[in-house]
């Protein structure tokens, strides 16, 4: 294969001028670099090497001026706005950034396109005029203030145009405007000849500035386009090219140099379907796995999705050996990037000296935190869930923190008091603070990274000096992410020799003998409709602005080149059509189906990694002389209604809680949970029932209760949970719920003494353990809970279960005893309400009948929810609500048997349900 470079430099050698007389412009640096190398290994002997200039340094150079980057350009327009803007229209340079990166890009394109601004905002502004038009007659100040943005336009940019040029900068699109207007000046200046390699989309400046060379006869342009695609008028890849045959006058009396036929060549072209981005980083390593290190040497990895530079460098074969990579490491993307995230997102929000708990874990437990201030963060973890706390202040995250760590965490979480020059002193101390820390060997990476942080820290810095206008941490961290986007940090190694690893833009005018391209979808190659422009489609179209066809031109360009001298190419998409990055088949891909090359081989097959079946078994535990010992142990410690419902439900899980005691992690409760909802509303009515023992309710005491509720529930929230994160949010809601849960409870008693019920109270939160007698155990049983209260309805006994989540009357009846040891969903209520009134039973007695049933705070309207039971199932059963002898042993013959069955040791714990595990 014989490269487009080489063909272009062996027709110059071919001449009698030295190649040293020329000045090549090609598309990229990358480009140039290639064609020196090309041209070394072409020279027999000594010589001297000619210039090489991206377009965008020639443009400079001609131009007479230097590029400003996009921030500076951002302040230098911000000036200007607040210049032009009355101060009663001003807005702060955070919003104004918003849309100001978005109308810098608009000039850029007006300029490199050459178009006549005042008429084009004119039309622009006439535009907007008739678009409000019609929506009311009389326009609103809000419709005025709009349009007058759009009728300032054209002074913001001669404004903006001015300044930059009165400090020798300019932005992208003006300096090719410069330089479209001094190229006369410059070519009486310059003897050249210059040669222009590899050109395929120019806009208006760059053809104004080479049509003008080539009438001075002083540039040579050799376009890098196949005969397949020039002759036919459909195809995009020569769109532009066609273009210029057409209406450049050069092309009307010479031809275009040098065409190929190398793309109809034969060609092996296999179209490779895979799921997910990570499965084509895998397969990428997988074919390199397969090539020989003289294959590798003559391949590029083409990542048409750059955010597939990790897992493609990290799926890589071991003995890969030399890679090349073009594209730099976005610093975004480096570990250390959250933690400056971090800090100044929480110092961009913060209010007061409150610091949110996830904050905290957040940057304490950061890699770099941990590296530099050892342990320290673990006993902050511990008080922030020993005692739930959401935020806390500074001084009391001190107090927790090592004195030796206290520089770093004040750096990190003491106020900066919303001033952007603190929070970069801040993060650069802390820079500095870690470089000391860290080993120059073993930390070699992390501290490339921190020096990357440290430039763009100072550059920071810089522009806060020089430009005002960033006033809080707010805007600095807008700043900031702007500037990050475009860091990149460059890859150090041979840039010619083994695996070359590149982004699209990056190949240009290169070729390779075998290409693998990845996400080869729509949206990616080529990318779509979208388009962050001020300007319509239509006005577009009317200016010969590029739109999204103009830009899919190009990726075809791109796209094909890659495959016009390649004799071996893998096409990767992602199959996947839902998530991120997922996305239908290119075009591209369909286009080369439907055009196939009479020499092409082409291959379509779909790739899906091996998954085994995983078999879905429920687990099995079976009882060792270990477990049995530990039974018993739980059996004389006393088992509770809770513990034996979670057998009912699932033995693996009464296997988990009580025989292992395994616990849930502790984690903090940043919303109220339920269990909580239901232990502060349980405390507070024990609390005023506790002094009502042996007394009969009274209408008195109960309006008093009411009255200090709200206080009582909020000592119980401070006990159970915490205080501060009951103020706002979904917390106060749920503190309000549980003052209407216990309000309207104690209204209901109210209620019913009122109406001549006498309620006597005889117990509240009774703890009872009793022995159970269980036929064929050696040793005893014990069962034990706690009763929510016990009172005297009018003389009969009630047994009460508070609960606060909805119960309805038909989850407290009982139709087959031998299905409430094993029906969990129907019967687990009745079940912990007759094991209740059996302790009880045993503790004290029964002289008479009593009833037992559940309050339920979310069906206060059904009133005492009685345990029954009924004859048969449906309606018109006959529903016996007495707890007398006979239901006592019918259901204690239950208890036993459920009970033998966990302490049979032939009966293993078995899963009953298979659960999802993450």
């Known amino acids: 294969m014989t490269t487009f470079i080489t063909q272009v430099l062996q027709e110059l050698v071919s001449r009698e001028k030295p190649l040293s007389e020329y000045t090549f412009v090609l598309p990229s640096k990358r480009a140039g670099s290639f064609l020196l190398k090309q041209l070394a290994a072409m020279g027999g002997s000594s010589f001297f090497a000619p210039r090489v200039l991206s377009i965008e340094d020639f443009s400079e150079e001609v131009a007479g001026v230097d590029s400003a980057d996009n921030i500076t350009a951002l302040f230098e327009f911000y000036r200007v706005y607040l210049e032009c803007t009355p101060i009663e229209k001003r807005e702060n340079f955070d919003t104004f950034s918003s849309w100001a990166q978005t109308l810098l890009y608009d000039f850029n394109e007006i300029d490199r396109y050459l178009i006549d601004y005042k008429s084009f905002f004119g039309y622009l502004e006439n535009i907007q005029q008739m678009n409000h038009w019609y929506l009311q007659e009389e326009r609103t100040p809000l419709m005025m203030n709009y349009l007058s943005f759009w009728n300032r336009l054209p002074l913001y940019y001669e404004k903006l145009r001015k300044g930059l040029e009165e400090n020798g900068l300019a932005y992208q699109g003006m300096v090719y405007r410069k330089a479209a207007e001094s190229i006369e000046g410059y070519l009486a200046k310059e003897t050249g000849p210059f040669i222009f390699v590899g050109f395929n989309a120019l806009n208006t400046a760059e053809q104004e500035i080479i049509q003008k060379m080539l009438e001075h006869k002083k540039a040579e342009v050799f376009w890098d386009i196949d005969r397949s695609f020039l002759d036919d008028e459909q195809h995009n ?21 040098m065409i190929s036929d190398d793309f109809s060549k034969p060609k092996k072209i296999d179209v490779i379907g895979i799921p997910k981005n990570i499965g084509q980083a895998k397969y990428v390593g997988e074919l390199l796995a397969k090539m020989s290190p003289e ?16 897992p493609v460098l990290n799926s890589l074969p071991p003995g890969i050996g030399d890679v090349n990579i073009t594209m730099g490491f976005a610093l975004k993307n480096a570990p250390i990037s959250f933690l400056f995230e971090h800090l100044l997102k929480m110092h961009s929000t913060a209010k007061g000296d409150e610091l949110y708990y996830k904050d905290i874990t957040a940057i304490s437990n950061h890699p770099l935190i941990q590296k530099i201030t050892g342990n320290s963060s673990v006993k902050v973890a511990e008080k922030i869930k020993k005692e739930n706390l959401v935020y806390l202040t500074v001084p009391e995250l001190m107090a927790q923190v090592p004195q030796e760590a206290h520089y770093v965490y004040e750096l990190c979480f003491k106020s900066w008091k919303q001033d952007p020059s603190k929070a970069i002193e801040n993060l650069q101390e802390l820079v500095l603070t870690a470089k000391k820390n860290l080993d120059r060997d073993q930390d070699s990476l992390m501290l490339e990274f921190l020096y990357q942080f440290h430039l763009l820290f100072n550059q920071l810095q810089s522009l806060l000096e020089k430009y005002q206008y960033v006033k809080d941490i707010r805007s600095l961290f807008t700043l900031y992410k702007d500037l990050l986007s475009s860091k990149t940090v460059d890859f150090r190694g041979k840039p010619f020799t083994g695996l070359q690893l590149m982004g699209m833009l990056e190949s240009r005018v290169l070729d390779f003998e075998t290409v693998i391209l990845t996400s080869v979808n729509e949206g990616v190659l080529p990318a779509g409709k979208s388009s962050n422009s001020f300007i319509p489609f239509d006005l577009k179209c009317a200016y010969n602005l590029p739109t999204y066809r103009e830009k899919d031109a190009v990726y075809t360009y791109h796209f094909y080149h890659l495959l016009q001298r390649a004799e071996r190419a893998y096409l990767l998409y992602n199959t996947e059509s839902g998530g991120l990055n997922a996305g239908e088949k290119s075009r591209f891909l369909l286009q080369l189906e439907m055009e196939k090359q009479p020499q092409h081989e082409l291959n379509e097959y779909t790739v899906a990694p091996k998954v085994p079946a995983i078999q879905t078994e429920l687990k099995v535990i079976k009882k060792t002389p270990d477990i049995l010992n530990r039974l018993q142990e739980l059996a004389a410690a006393g088992i509770s209604p809770s513990a034996l419902t979670t057998y009912i439900r699932n033995p693996l899980d009464f296997y988990k809680q009580y025989v292992l005691n395994i616990k849930q992690p502790e984690e903090v409760e940043e919303t109220v949970a339920y269990n909580t909802l239901g232990s502060v509303v349980h405390d507070t009515l024990e609390k005023f029932y506790e002094a009502w023992i042996g007394k009969e309710l009274q209408e008195d005491d109960l309006e008093k209760a009411i009255e200090r509720t709200p206080e009582e529930i909020g000592v119980q929230f401070k006990k159970h949970y915490s205080e501060a994160p009951l103020k706002k949010g979904k917390n106060l809601l749920i503190f309000e719920v549980a003052k209407r849960y216990v309000t309207n409870f104690l209204k209901a008693e109210k209620k019913s003494v009122l109406k001549g ?7 509240i939160e009774d703890k009872m353990r009793i022995a159970l007698p269980v036929p064929g155990l050696s040793f005893p049983v014990y069962i034990k809970g706690t009763v929510d209260r016990v009172d005297l309805f009018n003389g009969k006994k009630r047994i009460i279960d508070y609960k606060t989540g909805k119960v309805e009357q038909s989850k407290v009846e009982v139709v087959d005893w031998n299905e409430i040891a094993s029906d969990y969903d129907s019967y687990s209520k009745p079940f912990q309400i007759l094991m209740y009134a059996l302790m009880m039973q045993g503790e004290r007695g029964f002289e008479k009948p ?26 018109g059963a006959k529903k016996d609500t007495d707890i007398s002898e006979e239901t006592m042993e019918a259901f204690k013959m239950q208890l036993q048997n459920l009970i033998l069955e966990i302490f049979d040791p032939e009966v293993a714990f078995e899963e009953k349900e298979i659960k999802v595990r993450l």
Request: no cysteine; charged share 30%.
């Open 295 to 310: 294959e590798i040497a003559k391949t590029a990895v083409v990542l048409g999705d750059e955010n597939l530079l990790l």
């Open 757 to 763: 019920n006498h309620i006597k109270i005889i117990q």
């Open 237 to 257: 890849v020569s769109m532009f090219l066609r273009q210029y045959l057409k209406k450049w006058p050069f092309y009307e009396e010479n031809e275009i140099k």
């Open 850 to 875: 009593v009833e037992a049933g559940i309050i339920s705070f979310k069906n206060l309207q059904a009133g005492f929810l009685k345990f029954a039971k009924k004859d048969k199932k449906g309606n």
